[in-house]
């Protein structure tokens, strides 16, 4: 056994590459691109270190090109998420007593393969199976999930630094168990980094996971799983299962050895889940740790002090980027009215200026959306908001599905501030902006932090500091991740730890050391040296 004080490598925020003409990271992605589509994959599930094929395949195609096939998945049932369960607690106990720092060596090697050999195929399938331009997939599925595997080794070896204080003639120390049980982590589609995250964090500290990804990130997520097996992920530690959320649910909820919920999603589904954990609380060996990031309701608010440029570069890109698929996409703008003409004017210059299209074409900033029913509801959103007299659609509105899901970055302006696509998540490529008298700052801040269930990011503009520092004390519990004189979107590991409460979770703040703590039960040692031999105390003494 080895023995040391051991001191990780201090992680640095991964560098985004430029992809600029003629560089040479643009050209070896360009040709990533084009072998990934060259060829169909076949993806296997991947349960106790094997992988499992079933008779039932699904293809898996472009958002922007749903003609083409990448590839064909393997459907699962309940019976390999039983298998997967199994094969998750098998592993635990090697897995829970394995020193930590090699557990930490894994996660280290795997974000230095995605670093290196596996950048560009990693964003490659990212751009092809979730439809994102090369910024995007950079910042996502290269930058941030390698920022998320350096940042909480060093996170996790900070916690177990953290010990009590001893008495004379005694020692106390705290453990940081894994949870008892397995830990269910279900990912979205619209970050591969959080899909490598969710599953990760947990297994770094200890616990065996079993790994749900939505359908439309599963191209990707093979990825993931190909990183972790050749950096040494031992088997049944993280186990990646294609079946759909009622069956998945219905098994992992119902376990006995269910430990906890890793989640980013809806926040019906959300709801659900927990609602379901809470009706089947007298299974379970232990308390189910929750921890969810779900939806948002994301605003711009300008105070007339802001500077119009800024601000609507800010709405340009914090609405439309990734087509407003990110849960801290701006969806709904207050602008002063003395600012309006000029912030109208230059984000419709700008809108204007977007080019859409596949991600092939490196000139394209608006992409499709992720599927037909994601596009059917934003689309439905639109034409809901067209047949208000109280809205007019500025920019955008039209759609096609033909070749792929795109929808126009689509502008809506509102007389009416509790209009539906102001107060309900869309998600999706469709801003909507009220405009208000400027001497109405104060009632304004109030209708964004009434308007939407939600708390997860907001923005204030204003050079005004006595403005900046009301909005941020009256929009406290209106936003997770609060910006001044920024987009809502972006939010970088470490710098920026990410979440929300009210609706949008619980606001365990992926990219923080606190998320790692959600996946740890402590345990208090005391060693006393000394021990007494005689029950009394002093105070008994006679006089």
């Known amino acids: 056994m080895a023995n040391g004080f051991f001191t990780v490598p201090h992680p640095k925020n991964e560098p985004v590459y430029s992809y600029a003409p003629g560089t040479r990271e643009r050209a070896l992605l360009k040709k990533a691109i084009e072998e990934a589509r060259s060829r169909t994959e076949d993806i296997p599930m991947f349960i106790g270190g094997t992988e499992v094929r079933t008779n039932n395949r699904r293809a898996l195609r472009p958002p922007h090109d749903h003609q083409h096939i990448l590839g064909y998945y393997h459907v699962g049932d309940k019976g390999h998420v039983e298998q997967a369960i199994q094969a998750a607690l098998a592993a635990r106990e090697h897995w829970s007593n394995l020193s930590w720092e090699y557990r930490a060596s894994i996660f280290l090697k795997a974000a230095e393969l995605i670093s290196g050999p596996y950048r560009y195929k990693i964003n490659a399938a990212t751009m092809l199976g979730q439809s994102k331009n090369v910024f995007q997939a950079e910042i996502d599925s290269a930058c941030e999930l390698i920022d998320f595997l350096r940042f909480n080794v060093y996170f996790m070896s900070e916690i177990y630094k953290e010990q009590p204080e001893s008495a004379p003639g005694i020692w106390n120390r705290m453990e940081y168990r894994p949870l008892e049980g397995f830990v269910f982590a ?100 232990s308390y189910p740790r929750i921890v969810g990031e779900t939806g948002g309701k994301d605003f711009i608010v300008a105070h007339h002090s802001a500077n119009a440029r800024e601000v609507a570069t800010a709405i340009s890109r914090g609405a439309f980027e990734y087509q407003g698929q ?218």
Request: proline share 6%.
């Open 186 to 285: 279900v990912t979205p589609f619209n970050f591969t980094a959080i899909a490598g995250n969710l599953p990760t964090s947990p297994a770094l500290m200890g616990n065996t996971v079993v790994w749900k990804p939505a359908e439309t990130q599963i191209y990707a997520a093979h990825v993931i799983m190909q990183v972790l097996r050749e950096a040494g992920l031992p088997e049944g530690v993280i186990n990646l299962i294609y079946v759909n959320g009622p069956d998945a649910g219905d098994v992992v909820f119902s376990h006995p050895d269910f430990a906890g919920l890793h989640f980013t999603g809806s926040t019906g589904v959300f709801q659900h889940m927990w609602k379901t954990i809470g009706n089947n609380i007298h299974k379970y060996k």
């Open 326 to 543: 990110k849960c801290s996409a701006a969806s709904r703008c207050y602008i002063p009215s003395n600012l309006w003409p000029e912030v109208k004017q230059r984000v419709l210059d700008d809108v204007k200026s977007m080019k859409m299209g596949g991600v092939e074409d490196f000139s394209n900033f608006i992409n499709a959306v992720i599927d037909e029913k994601a596009f059917d509801k934003i689309t439905g959103y639109i034409e809901e908001a067209r047949k208000n007299p109280m809205n007019e659609i500025i920019a955008g509105g039209k759609y096609d599905k033909s070749k792929g899901y795109f929808i126009e970055p689509t502008i809506i302006e509102t007389k009416d501030p509790q209009s539906v696509t102001m107060c309900e998540e869309i998600f999706g490529p469709v801003l909507t902006v009220y405009v208000y008298h400027p001497d109405n700052y104060e009632e304004t801040l109030r209708l964004v932090d009434q308007t939407s269930p939600y708390g997860l990011t907001g923005s204030i503009f204003a050079r005004d500091r006595y403005a900046i520092e009301l909005a941020t004390r009256r929009l406290t519990h209106a936003a997770g991740n609060f910006y001044i004189n920024d987009k809502p979107t972006g939010a970088v590991v470490a710098q920026q730890p990410f979440g929300g409460a009210r609706g949008s979770g619980t606001n365990d703040k992926a990219g923080a050391k606190v998320n790692l703590l959600r996946w740890v039960s402590m345990r208090t040692i005391k060693e006393t040296f000394v021990p007494p031999v005689d029950y009394r105390y002093p105070f008994l003494e006679k006089e």
